[in-house]
């Protein structure tokens, strides 16, 4: 009907076993089938479903998958997810960056994230995320079919104030980005010819690493930087696991629980609103789990290492390090440090338990914080 969001519910609760059975085949078929733009919201039952074809189905549709797990009820969770569909506000949006002059901001921003916005419905809230380049204001132009007809919506953004007491926007924007390189790299395993050696995947494999590094942002793909032991300055060592990993993981688990628990963490990541500050994950066994030994404070990373915590800025080079300065609680110095430290919001850098080393005004400090 005109005016009407077109909406298809798909239920699968197996793998295509007659007909086509090429993953790429048939998400190339489902996308290619689709003139009328319908949202195709898929449900996967079960863990005996491709995960990722699921996954990336509903999301070229601007839709969403989800995944019922053996004992829970499908009428349940699909009525739930019927239930929100009811009126959306607006659908078909598109984002555009004008600068003052209402022309098209080219080159001020880079990497938005999700870069197809997704329909908004009664409750929802959009959440962008991406870089900006230059210090002159620009306006963010979000418009889209509202409420049955066009409507625009203006932002205008100045980054004069901008300060580290918004720190905590770089480390979700980055767990978003390396959500969608890990994502990338699951949807290339759709062809099974597709390695760990190949260029692309070497490609998103380094940026996961350094992502992930630099910002303290573990997944089961990277879990292993926290390992007591690991040597982060070994970069060559570190992204031939790191790869190990993703091939055998993203790359070729399509199926069964280990891939349904890729999807329970890789969905919520990719349009994540709030720090996951304990990187809690869950396993290839569906289990929770939490990494204690990198922890996220103010807008730095502090990896564990022996008795130590290590600025992540300095953890790739800590081995050949030495401290500019050592401050000892309770000290002077100590008082001063956490008074500058505060001024930039940065006060938390020092409240671990235990040692820190840490970069202040391009020094490395060591504090012996022992209480």
Sequence with gaps: MEGMLPIVLF???????????????????????????????????????????????????????????????????????????????????????????????????????????????????????GQYVGEKPITFKISGNYRGKERAFKFRFKFGKASTKNGFVPRLWASRKIAELIDAIR???????????????????????????????????????????????????????????LELRALRSRAGKDAVSQSFNIQPQKMQTSLNYGNYFYNE???????????????QAYYRRANRWVDSRLVQKEAEIKPAKVIEFGSKEYIELAEKLAKENRQGSIALAGDILLLVDGEPILVRNTR
């Excluded at 989800?66 to 739930?80: A, Q, S």
């Excluded at 506000?89 to 999700?114: K, S």
């Excluded at 759709?190 to 760990?196: E, H, L, Q, R, V």
């Design 187 to 245: 949807q290339m395993g759709a062809d099974p010819a597709t390695s760990k050696d190949d260029p692309k995947v070497k490609e998103l494999v380094d940026e996961i690493v350094r992502l992930s590094t630099e910002f303290g942002i573990l997944t089961e793909y990277t879990a292993f930087l926290a390992r007591e032991g690991t040597d982060l300055a070994r970069r060559p060592e570190i992204l031939r696991e790191a790869g190990r990993v």
């Design 11 to 129: 239920l699968t609760d197996g793998l295509p076993t007659v007909g086509q059975t090429s993953e790429v085949a048939i998400r190339n078929l489902v996308t290619k089938s689709n003139p009328h733009n319908r949202r195709v919201f898929t449900f996967g039952v079960g863990f005996d479903v491709n995960a990722p074809l699921l996954e990336k189905v509903a999301a070229e549709s601007r839709a969403k998958a989800e995944f019922v797990l053996p004992k829970e009820d499908v009428e349940v969770k699909v009525g739930r997810v019927f239930k929100r569909l009811t009126g959306p506000v607006l659908a078909d949006a598109e984002l555009e960056v004008v600068a003052r002059n209402g022309e098209p901001a080219i080159g001020r921003t880079r990497d938005v994230i999700p870069q197809k916005l997704p329909d908004l419905f009664e409750g929802d809230q959009l959440v962008l995320l």
């Design 285 to 299: 066994n569906m289990e929770r789990v939490s990494i204690a030994a990198v922890q996220q404070i103010n807008d």
